[in-house]
């Protein structure tokens, strides 16, 4: 969590809101660090967390991440988890909850919604308090 923490960090540098995601293999090895990176690419899409499967996807040559870890400072909205679910990654563990758009337990649960064919464990509440503090200061600081 501390690695994504650093990653969540340098996000606002290009206006990013401040999540950071690292994916490790069944060893421990970091495969993949991210930040997110939609106001720095103008994509939609740029989540720290769909940036780290990727680029986890793509050193290991493969799409399946089975066996492997996504741990993301903030709870993934509905697109990471969905991709999460279908990269068959084996658990995600995040720090802060997100009650207005995680779903991964506070508003919605598609991680673990049992229609689906992959449900990864569910690891929620590492490192909260500075997770958390990292979004505040950041939203206390933009002016939108």
Known sequence: MRLALEE???APL??????????????????ARARNEREATGDPTAH??????????????????TGCTLVVTLEPCTMCAGAVVLSRLER???GAADP??????????LVRDRRLNHRPEVIAGVLPEEASAVLTRFFRTMDF
């Open 100 to 109: 207005k758009a995680g779903a991964a337990g506070s508003l919605w649960d």
């Open 48 to 65: 720290a967390e769909v940036l780290a499967v990727r680029r986890a996807a793509a050193g290991l040559g493969r799409w399946r991440l």
């Open 14 to 31: 290009t206006g990013d809101v401040p999540v950071g995601a690292v994916v490790l293999g069944p060893d421990g090895e970091v495969l």
């Open 92 to 94: 995600v563990v995040y």
């Open 8 to 10: 969540a960090e340098h």
